[in-house]
Each structure stands twice: as structure tokens, then as C-alpha cells.
């Protein structure tokens, strides 16, 4: 598992970004803010009530049109006090492929940085001046790697290379993003995984955060349920068994986001086993 330490504040353990040059810790639990449809006014409230639970980790995309509501609530969080300042955040926000151009890389992020209302984002570092100051004397290093993964999905593979080259995954839909348009009920109607959860006394979504966790993942939940929201951050005071992690090992998987439309005759990718190296 990747050192930790805990936030003093917040009592959620931290991990170090070691391909970072400066110091940068990242919060091992994040709030996601992707959804079908991103209602703004109902994403604030709910990121004001998660600052006031202890989350500080937020993850953000300008596809998922959610960064001027995160950053809303965010200054709103600041008026009243619930963080100091930016600086008491880890927010990611993403380049869609789309925007991944030459020309328009730079535009593309500096947008999203005045959408989320400031000029510095944890991945994204301070705002270039010219398209030329992206071009580094020395190869850029991955820090962390945004991937679906939970038991169901496990990404064994994928973990295995990113533990040895020093990227910290980032776990999005871990609890398999039941209701939403990609997401599945395999996760947490799983039976193994209902199982452990009655043996301490906790929910599959906590099960599956903490089997994350273990793993020295990042995971990305999101809840509109105060109480949800909550329970997820109640994972750092209990583990699982050897045995417990032996079953979740054992389950059936299958990759929930197959992303079929980018899949083309006259695409890079011509079918879904070739797009995913035949991992499905």
C-alpha cells in the first residue's frame, strides 16, 4: 500500500505524488462529479455538505460539466469558513480527448481553470504563459492513473505496473456507479461482497472503498445521501481478512465501461477487443 499520513483536519490519510516535483499529497478518498445530467444548484449543496463531512479531494472534468458548480460551491465553502483557502484542496479536472490538440491544450485547461474560479488545480499547476512552456526539456511522469476499478474489475494488471513505476491509481466507480447511464448493479449486489460487509457490520459501498483502499487506490465515490456520504469516509478504522481478501480476488470480472462508441471502421479502433487489448 502507498505511505500515508493523516490530515490533522480532516483525519483522511494522505498519499505522496512521487513523480511530482514539488510536494503535493493527494487525499486517499475523493468526491466524483460525473452524472448523466449535472445539476448545478443540487451539486453545490451536496459539495458543501461533503467539505463539511471532511472531504477534500474533488474530481472534475470539463466534459462532465460540473466545474463551475464545484467551484461555486467551493467559493461558497471559503465565505463560510468550512476550508482556509484553495490550498486546503486536491482538485483534478481532465482534458477531454476532444481538447487534446496541440492548439488547444493550453486554451482547454486554462478555460477550466477560470470555470473552477482559480488559477492553480493540483494536476494541472500553475497556468502557462505561452503554448511554448509546455514544451518540457525532459519527459512529463504520470502521477496518478484515473481508472475503473473495483472488485468486480479489478485491474490487476494495470495495478501491478502502476505500484512499480510509482503512479497511484485513481479509482473511479468503485462502487460500480449504480444508476447512472455506464454504470452496473454487479458491484454492490454481489454476493461475496454482501457477505463480508454483514461480518463488520458495514455496506458493500464500504467494503468495496476499503478494498480499494487496501490496494493503495484512490477511490472516487459520489453521493447525493448525506448519510452515504458520510459512511464513506468510515473506512480507515477496520481492515479485511486475508480470507475475506482471498474471496474478492476469486470473483467473476468484467470491465464495466466498454466506451462502444469509440469504436470505428475508420478509427484507430476497430472493435472493442482491440480498443481494450482483449481485457473485457
Known amino acids: 500500500m502507498a ?3 493523516l490530515n490533522s483536519v480532516t483525519k483522511i490519510p494522505k498519499m ?4 511530482s516535483s514539488s510536494l503535493v499529497s493527494m487525499p486517499v478518498i475523493g468526491f466524483g462529479t460525473a452524472a448523466d445530467n449535472n445539476d448545478g444548484a443540487t451539486l453545490i449543496s451536496v459539495v458543501l455538505e461533503s467539505i463539511k463531512l471532511g472531504y477534500r479531494h474533488f474530481d472534475t472534468a470539463s466534459a462532465y460539466g460540473s466545474e463551475q458548480a464545484l ?3 467551493i467559493a461558497e465553502a471559503l465565505r463560510l469558513g468550512l476550508i482556509p483557502s484553495w490550498d486546503d484542496l486536491f482538485i483534478t479536472t481532465k482534458l477531454w480527448p476532444s481538447e487534446a490538440h496541440a492548439h488547444l491544450v493550453l486554451p482547454s ?4 481553470l477560470r470555470t473552477l474560479c482559480q488559477w492553480t488545480s493540483s494536476l494541472c499547476g500553475q497556468p502557462w504563459k505561452s503554448a511554448r512552456d509546455l514544451a518540457l526539456p525532459s519527459p512529463l ?3 496518478t492513473s484515473l481508472v475503473e476499478m473495483n472488485p468486480v474489475w479489478q485491474q490487476k494488471k494495470l495495478t501491478e505496473f502502476c505500484k512499480a513505476n510509482g503512479i497511484i491509481v485513481t479509482a473511479f466507480s468503485p462502487l460500480g ?5 455506464w454504470g452496473t448493479n454487479d458491484v454492490v449486489d454481489n454476493e461475496v461482497l454482501k457477505e463480508i460487509a454483514k461480518t463488520h457490520g458495514k455496506t458493500v459501498a464500504q467494503v468495496c472503498l476499503r478494498w480499494v483502499y487496501e490496494h493503495g487506490a484512490a477511490p472516487i465515490a459520489k453521493s447525493y445521501n448525506k448519510e452515504r456520504l458520510k459512511e464513506n ?3 480507515f478504522d477496520w481492515e479485511l481478512s486475508e480470507d475475506e481478501y ?3 480476488g476469486q470473483i467473476k470480472q468484467h470491465r464495466m465501461m466498454l466506451k462502444e462508441e469509440l469504436v470505428s471502421a475508420h478509427g484507430p479502433y476497430k472493435s472493442i477487443e482491440e480498443m481494450w487489448d482483449g481485457e473485457l
Open 16 to 19: 505522496e505524488l512521487s513523480s
Open 141 to 143: 511522469e504520470s502521477a
Open 177 to 181: 456507479a449504480k444508476g447512472s447511464s
Open 246 to 248: 482471498y474471496k474478492i
Open 233 to 235: 469516509l468510515q473506512i
Open 3 to 5: 505511505t500515508t499520513t
Open 71 to 73: 467551484g461555486e460551491a
Open 109 to 112: 485547461l486554462q478555460k477550466s
